[in-house]
T-cell receptor, first 114, second 108 residues
């Protein structure tokens, strides 16, 4: 399967714990995006990378959130000191280049903070 | 007001009916995306269009750039079409701004 993959698919954690999610984009795609989707809503942009450079971060990405893409391939999204409001589906997408390119989405990581 | 608005939010129809989902956007864009999300979360890109009309099987997407409006149509709907349909516009040519989604249920 050469699509976008995410790991884990589901994560249940207690408030205050740190969690880390991984996204593996399609191999030739140099753009990688993170989105968050809460129940009943459309996804919201969090951040995106062009190769290893993080080019934009949303206001939604508080200082408890950090994302990396160290070698321009896979990316990680870490949430420190999780809060119940962080419970959501975290979606990763990748695309070949800038402009109106089709973004290919991964299956998402569903986070539940108790 | 959201930059991307969809209607209706929920739609229930009988198998075989013709379905229309509408999307209006307030920002200038070069293209609009239609996405499908099944229970469990996975999102599939259906169309990306910048003008006119595109067709794939029983799905048809149209866009009017001047009126900033797009529609997604499903002909001969089937229960397997039940999903959330989301339109999204690229903002600043990078990130997508999403509508809130239309939950479609097709009853047999």
């Amino acid at each position: 399967d050469t699509g976008v993959s995410q790991d884990p698919r589901h994560k249940i954690t207690k408030r205050g714990q740190n969690v880390t999610f991984r996204c593996d984009p399609i191999s030739e795609h140099n753009r990688l995006y993170w989105y968050r989707q809460t129940l009943g809503q459309g996804p919201e942009f969090l951040t995106y990378f062009q190769n290893e450079a993080q080019l934009e971060k949303s206001r939604l990405l508080s200082d408890r959130f950090s994302a990396e893409r160290p070698k321009g391939s896979f990316s990680t999204l870490e949430i420190q000191r999780t809060e119940q409001g962080d419970s959501a589906m975290y979606l990763c997408a990748s695309s070949k280049r800038q402009g109106a390119e089709t973004q290919y989405f991964g299956p998402g990581t569903r986070l539940l903070v108790l | 007001k959201n930059e991307v608005e969809q209607s209706p939010q929920n739609l229930t129809a009988q198998e075989g009916e013709f379905i229309t989902i509408n999307c209006s956007y307030s920002v200038g864009i070069s293209a609009l995306h239609w996405l499908q999300q099944h229970p469990g979360g996975g999102i599939v890109s259906l169309f990306m269009l910048s003008s006119g009309k595109k067709k794939h099987g029983r799905l048809i997407a149209t866009i009017n750039i001047q009126e900033k409006h797009s529609s997604l149509h499903i002909t001969a709907s089937h229960p397997r079409d039940s999903a959330v349909y989301i339109c999204a516009a690229p903002r600043g040519a990078q990130k997508l701004v999403f509508g809130q989604g239309t939950r479609l249920t097709i009853n047999p």
